[in-house]
């Protein structure tokens, strides 16, 4: 029998867009075979209570799914350390983890297709992630690989998520080592370099830069 892999959505303030996601997924043809894991961040000030409440009230009404599990953090931990530690937590106990965030339109085939890519590419220690978007560039076949990974709707195993360096600073030694920048970049049509230095500098917080570079250097 096959295993499917958790479902992890993280939601905070949102609850028009966290409604859609969540209706959308429910669509999918695997939903109801799916167990479901909803963390759901504190409020980061007072003009946030209300809207982490309303989205509070509604995860606690969702059905359609083999499982619903909700996580109320106490505190806000904010975005990037909420995913990082939801992501370790559930991927710990399932081994591999298909990661929403509230503001994602699923396709109806979206949960088989990253399922069925689970397993295909669950031995292969060269590919990190799975990824349901896909640039929006004429010509591109309907799958295909590239280096690094993408954070708007995807999935991983334990053995790729334990890549993974929080440390911002790490990685840039590690890019400027291997002298990768221009690659990293995409022959310089992104600057997720520049991201990573600001991350690094405070002025962002980041987890799909780290996790990107981090997917980027696995061989």
Wanted: some cysteine; aromatic content about 12%; proline content about 3%.
């Amino acid at each position: 029998m096959k295993v499917l892999a958790p479902i992890c959505l993280f939601v905070y303030n949102r609850p028009w867009h966290t409604t859609q996601t969540i209706e959308s997924l429910k669509k999918n043809i695997l939903a109801s075979e799916s167990d479901l894991y909803i963390f759901s961040d504190g409020s980061r000030n007072d003009n946030a209570s209300n809207s982490v409440n309303e989205v509070r009230s509604y995860i606690a009404t969702i059905t359609g799914f083999k499982s619903v599990n909700i996580i109320l953090r106490e505190t806000n931990l904010g975005l990037a350390q909420n995913i990082i530690s939801g992501v370790s937590d559930v991927i710990n106990i399932h081994g591999k983890i298909i990661v929403l965030e509230d503001d994602i339109i699923t396709h109806p085939k979206f949960l088989k297709f990253m399922n069925d890519a689970l397993d295909l590419y669950k031995n292969d220690e060269n590919v990190a992630s799975i990824h349901g978007y896909v640039y929006p560039i004429e010509g591109l076949p309907e799958t295909f690989f590239v280096k690094g990974a993408d954070c708007w709707g995807w999935a991983t195993w334990a053995r790729a998520w334990s890549v993974f360096e929080p440390n911002g600073a790490k990685l840039l030694d590690e890019i400027k080592q291997k002298k990768a920048e221009k690659e990293i970049n995409y022959n310089n049509s992104m600057n997720y370099v520049r991201m990573l230095k600001n991350q690094i500098a405070g002025n962002n917080d980041s987890w799909a830069v780290r996790w990107h570079i981090s997917a980027f250097f696995v061989r």
